[in-house]
């Protein structure tokens, strides 16, 4: 029975967390490294949109080359998504 255990352990779930940008004609999923997930001043879990762009090799700029209409920051547990914060993006400029 032991050994069951030991095997139950080595498939615990673990949190992600990633950023779903919906755009125009595609969605694009950033994914985000636990360092870089913080706990904001009102003790929310956030992570900064410009890390996770450039660590993608992408900024602010591809944005709007996207057309992006909506980003989330979600967390990810047992395949279920959870939204943690979204931002819908003023598309009457």
Same mark, same amino acid.
């Given at each position: 029975?032991?050994?069951?255990?030991?095997?139950q352990?080595?498939?615990?779930?673990?949190i /992600?967390y990633? =950023?779903?940008?919906?755009?125009?004609?595609?969605?694009v999923e950033l *994914?985000?490294e636990n /360092?870089?997930?913080?706990h904001?001043?009102d003790?929310?879990?956030?992570?900064? $949109? %410009?890390v996770v762009?450039?660590k993608n090799?992408?900024?602010f700029? %591809? $944005?709007?080359?996207?057309?992006?209409? *909506?980003i989330?920051f979600?967390?990810? =547990?047992?395949?279920?998504e959870c939204?943690l914060?979204?931002?819908?993006?003023?598309?009457n400029l």
């Amino acid at each position: 029975m032991s050994h069951s255990k030991e095997s139950q352990s080595v498939l615990t779930s673990t949190i /992600q967390y990633r =950023y779903i940008i919906e755009c125009k004609d595609k969605t694009v999923e950033l *994914e985000v490294e636990n /360092q870089d997930v913080i706990h904001n001043a009102d003790d929310e879990i956030d992570c900064p $949109l %410009d890390v996770v762009l450039r660590k993608n090799n992408y900024d602010f700029s %591809d $944005l709007t080359y996207w057309d992006a209409r *909506e980003i989330r920051f979600v967390k990810v =547990y047992d395949d279920e998504e959870c939204v943690l914060n979204k931002v819908s993006l003023n598309v009457n400029l």
